[in-house]
């Protein structure tokens, strides 16, 4: 599956933005969707994810409460919705598809988009 993510940008801090992941290729129903991010100097880590169904989702400690993952199966879109955004969601965002495994893990994911950065000013 190919993805390709979108809807970075510049924003203020306590602020929105929401990030969109559109695949195209295989069955996007096959795949739970997640996402990760990568700030300058740091190691990837995880964001969200949602299962196939969209019944279920993860977040990381980070982002709880703040982040929402959702998914559209019929447009093949995964998104992700930030409000209440710090400097320290600054990162490049990745989306990624895994057919299975511990989603919370980088080592389960097939397929990544190529990024859309966050830059959140204080």
């Known amino acids: 599956v190919q993805l390709q993510a979108s809807g970075g940008g510049l924003v203020q801090a306590g602020g929105s933005l929401r990030l969109s992941c559109a695949a195209s290729?295989?069955?996007?129903?096959?795949?739970?969707m997640g996402w990760f991010r990568q700030a300058p100097g740091k190691e990837r880590e995880f964001a969200a994810a949602?299962?196939?169904?969209?019944?279920?989702?993860y977040y990381g400690d980070s982002v709880k409460g703040r982040f929402t993952i959702s998914r559209d199966n019929a447009k093949n879109t995964v998104s992700l919705q930030m409000n209440s955004l710090k400097p320290e969601d600054t990162a490049v965002y990745y989306c990624?598809?895994?057919?299975?495994?511990?989603?919370?893990?980088?080592?389960?994911?097939?397929?990544w988009g190529q990024g859309t950065e966050l830059t959140v000013s204080s």
């Open positions: 949602i299962s196939r169904t969209g019944g279920a989702t």
């Open positions: 990624a598809a895994a057919e299975g495994g511990s989603l919370r893990t980088i080592q389960a994911y097939d397929s």
């Open positions: 290729g295989r069955t996007f129903m096959i795949y739970h």
